[in-house]
């Protein structure tokens, strides 16, 4: 029986109560296909600074590294709001798995139902079929990690601030290699966002994306769109992009814009895959719902667990080359939402909603 | 008589039709307010290339420097693509242009009629009254201008580029006034906008902003979101916000995005005002459509010079301080599109068309 070895990271709040119900369908699907789920739960975020003084623990951090994938919950909320921006949960947590695992690759299906589109505060003329789009958003350099990052004082009593983008080659490269595979298994078409006429880290990711694409995947199309243009493009029309493909920071804000064009966080999944490959010669990743800790209804047992779900079947994906389950688990969130039509209250839209177990129970029963 | 001495800069395609008619109603409400309007023409943009080899010529800048304002039309197309993005027409006449006038606060409103909700990609019961939004963008400063901008070879025969994202207090404190002041002819709320979680700038721009409005204008009311999560909100709820306030890069993103929600570009205008006063005792300013120039319309006289005629109006508010006469304009504007219902293309929706020309004779007809 083949083993999966997964770290556990529910984090904050909804956190655990949308993981426990993601490890249940991963438990459905996983068993009759001959396949062992072996995790280790850890705390991470607001848990890991209440438990053990630090947003990620060291221990945390050892589960992960004995693992071949890490499946995030969500972190941070109204109880750690007092800290100061760069030790809230979310950051202190993300910012350095990221780094100490090389996660370059930020990969964000904006996926939306067509019998969903009153999620989505677009018009529904404009987005009849739905959305289906993808994002990938290079997630280890750019201005997140560039340095210098300096606060200075100068003569007059002032502060000047600063802080360094830097692209080079290899980096660009290797995410424009994940934006065309990602594109070859769907529409065959990548837009690279940049802002080429005024950077020039952007001036270098045109010219290298350009140059990589003609030589490794010229039967891809390739266009390119500066960084404001998209954001107003994405909400005018999502579907003329097929992979959306952008630097760290412009991925950060127009995913999120995406995401909220697709309608509800609440079934929005994520993956971010690092460089080298775990024991099962895959990426290793990790994976996470693009949505929140939701403070607001934790507890309640009435948080949307999809996106949670979803980003697990991401994980057999990615991180176990597990394509035919991933699919499956899939194929029976979307049943259940579809052709079921059962909802929990964020996508309930005047039908009445389920609770978190009865939505995963159903996803189970659709497996 | 006084005089209102401003640099007209109409540009390329749609750029000069437009800027006729914006001309024709300043002209038309300045005459009975006892005002004369002298203004010189000159080429910018695509026009600036083709006549003089420089979208942005040194006579063009010389008729600027000799004016109390700039009434800016819009300028690049195809004509120019093939140029090298930081040769393109709007890069290459903006940027020195905001320099040279040290324009470092962009004004942007957004604003939707309630008749107009048509326009917009939201569901109209997301915005049942429109949009009613300003978006202030810092405009001199962060990663644009900010120097060391460098690409370079590394031993390797890769390549590493490298921008820099610069602010100091008094960059931060000058534009935070021009937030202030506007929410105080409006709904008294600022929301500032950064990425303090991960930018040294960001901290500081957090700091200066919250210790700048403690001290000059506590009765506003002030908070602060994350970049990204801004790019949700309004795409969510635009609403939500009564000025939003943020620095270059993510000004440039937002405001577009903002846009694009408030429906048409064609009535979006826009302020961009510099550090020093002009012979009028105002800011000296730039003052432009925030959409392009539309090429595929450009010569069938069926553009709609709202935009233009908007930011002539802004002209006459922050440059001349003739406030009265802008509302005047503004008035005119919307009872021709509303209530008098008529409509160029780009925001008939079914409705019968009117050309450029016919809209502007509505517009002065209703001043
Ligand atoms: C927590 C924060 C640093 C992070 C980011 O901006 O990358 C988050 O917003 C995200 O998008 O994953
Ligand atoms: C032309 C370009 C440099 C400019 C900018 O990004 O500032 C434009 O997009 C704008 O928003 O005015």
Redo the contacts with the bound molecule.
Sequence with gaps: MSKLRFAVLPGDYIGPEVMTEALRVLQAAATPAGLELEYQIADVGGAGIDNHGKALPDSTLEVCRSADAILFGSVGGPKWETLPPKDQP??AA??PLRKAFSLFANIRPGLLYSELTDASPLKTERIPDGIDIVCIRE?TGGI?FGQPKTTTELENGEFQALDTMVYKTSEIERIAEVAAVTAKARGGRVCSVDKANVLETSVLWRKTVTAYFAKHHPELELSHMYVDNAAMQLARDPNQFDVLFTE?MFG?IL??EMAVICGSLGMMSSASLGTGNNSHGHPFGLYEPAGGTAPDIAGKGVANPCAQILSGAMMLRYSFGQNELAAKIEAAVKKTVTADGLRTGDIAFGRNPVGTTAMADAIIANL
Tied chains: 1, 2.
Excluded: A, T
């Design positions: 979310e950051r993300l910012l997630l997140y760290n950060d995913s999120d």
